[in-house]
């Protein structure tokens, strides 16, 4: 059946126009004034009023991902339909090469994870665990798996980590090959150092994460990777960028007219260090990796991604249970009681950050509309390679469009909210704009808060190549 989105306002990264949106088999066919072309079987949606906006695509997501002795604890299904409540309809999760297998075996491992539960659109990245020669002459022909972008990082000491050597390496063929280099950019020496010294002095406490990961530690792994760029030519993109230190390395890199783009995460935007370092185990809810760090560098955060430092707005979504103690639930941020060096490193998000960085951002004016859908879809599309297929709104594009209700207000809390945890890191926080229909390829999965959708609906969505922004 034809559905027409009927006297909306369409913001899009490059304009906002009023105009009706016809969907054809999933796929927008046309825009403008429709009114004159509604045949009687249509269904016409009523947009007066109200915003019509790409979905989110999410490029940084870690769903039932096994870490620290757990899992994370929404799948792809409870993941998805969580994303999709928040306005998120396409998202791109991390597979992880196992040690001792190839890139693609990391990949068919989470394709298998996804398929029959996935509810909305997705893609992978590949992070690179083990680069030995095999894998690193790998690296060009996981294109034909449509992923097009491979991760390292430079932290997680002798579990994750890649040495230099290997980070140059990856890099230079990745480059070679079109492909897009991600990193997780923190001195995992530095950090190993650290928590060695923390731990045998008894510091066991919430707030010694944030001394074993400090603002220079990112920004010296930052700062390296930056000049990494410049000595291998190729393109990079740094995850979850959280210092201000770190994001001057990129400022100066990107000055120098350097390949290297910046995501930040939402609870950057809202989190500081202070929330991991009051309220003893309380803070173990807001450990994650980078950390959040001062209220300075998150004011350098905020003016980076008004200024166009930063690129993407992530989740880095990684949930674990406060309580994984209870009936049905996997081991949490319980297994760190003892100590922080043992809690699992992660937060949720993924149903959150469309309606965060819409109050925060546009509401107070630090950005407008159209680079808030550039910061939360548009750019994760181009430089993943999705674009014009997502991230947009045009005759062509799937039909993954948020219709938006710029007044409507709602508090957040984990006893509303959908994802598979018990708690909310912006629990209490008002926002005003709030996704009332979301749509997948012309389907409903939500409206006005009733669940519409289905596991198995969503697809994998093959990437080529992508845009250095
Ligand atoms: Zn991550």
New binding site residues.
């Given amino acids: 059946m034809r559905k027409i989105i009927q006297g909306g306002t369409i913001i899009t990264a490059g304009d906002t126009i009023k105009a009706d949106v016809l969907i054809e088999d999933g796929i927008i066919t046309a825009i403008g004034n429709l009114a004159g072309d509604i045949r009687k079987d249509d269904e016409v949606i009523d947009a007066t009023g109200l915003l019509v906006m790409p979905g989110g695509v999410d490029p940084?997501?870690?769903l039932e991902m096994p870490f620290g002795g757990t899992v994370s604890s929404d799948d792809f299904f409870t993941g998805h339909r969580a994303a999709a409540f928040g306005g998120t309809t396409t998202h791109i999760d991390?597979a992880l090469q196992a040690k001792g297998e190839s890139l693609v075996d990391g990949i068919n491992t989470w394709k298998s994870r996804a398929e029959d539960k996935a509810a909305i659109d997705y893609g992978f990245h590949i992070a690179v665990t083990d680069p030995t020669d095999e894998t690193i002459a790998e690296i060009p022909s996981i294109a034909e798996e449509g992923v097009t972008s491979l991760k390292v990082f430079l932290a997680y000491k002798n579990v994750f980590q890649v040495d230099d050597t290997a980070f140059l390496r990856i890099l230079e063929k990745a480059g070679g090959a079109g492909m897009l280099t991600m990193v997780?950019a923190e001195n995992g020496d530095a950090i190993a150092m650290a928590t060695d010294r923390l731990l045998a002095e008894g510091k066991t406490e919430m707030k010694y994460h944030n001394v074993a990961h400090t603002a220079i530690i990112e920004a010296e792994a930052t700062s390296r990777a930056v000049d990494f760029v410049e000595i291998t030519g190729s393109p990079l993109y740094v995850?979850?960028v959280a210092s201000g230190q770190g994001l001057q390395a990129i400022r100066r890199g990107r000055r120098k007219g350097l390949p290297v783009m910046a995501e930040t995460c939402s609870q950057y935007l809202t989190l500081t260090d202070k929330d991991i370092e009051t309220g003893g185990f309380e803070g173990a809810k807001y450990i994650c990796s980078p950390p959040p760090k001062t209220s300075w560098d998150q004011s350098i955060v905020l003016e980076c991604l008004g200024d166009g430092t930063i690129q993407t707005l992530a989740t880095?979504h990684?949930p674990f249970w406060f309580d994984g103690t209870k009936d049905g639930r996997t081991p949490g941020k319980e297994l760190g009681k003892d100590s922080w060096a043992k809690v699992p490193n992660?937060v949720p998000g993924i149903e959150d950050r469309y309606v965060v960085l819409w109050h925060l951002g546009v509401n107070s004016g630090l950005i407008t509309p159209e680079r808030f859908v550039a910061l939360t879809s548009a750019n994760a599309a181009k430089i993943f390679g999705m674009y014009p297929k997502k991230g947009t709104i045009s005759v062509g594009a799937d039909a993954d469009i948020v219709i938006f209700d710029p007044e409507k207000k709602h508090t957040i809390s984990a006893d509303t909210h959908h994802m598979n945890v018990d708690y909310n890191v912006y629990e209490g926080m008002e926002v005003t704009g709030w996704p009332v229909r979301v749509l997948s390829r012309g389907r409903t999965l939500v409206d006005n808060g009733e669940w519409k959708g289905e596991a198995g609906y969503g697809e994998f969505v093959p990437r080529t190549g992508g845009a250095v922004l």
């Fill in positions: 940084h997501t870690h991390f997780h995850v979850h880095d990684c992660g």
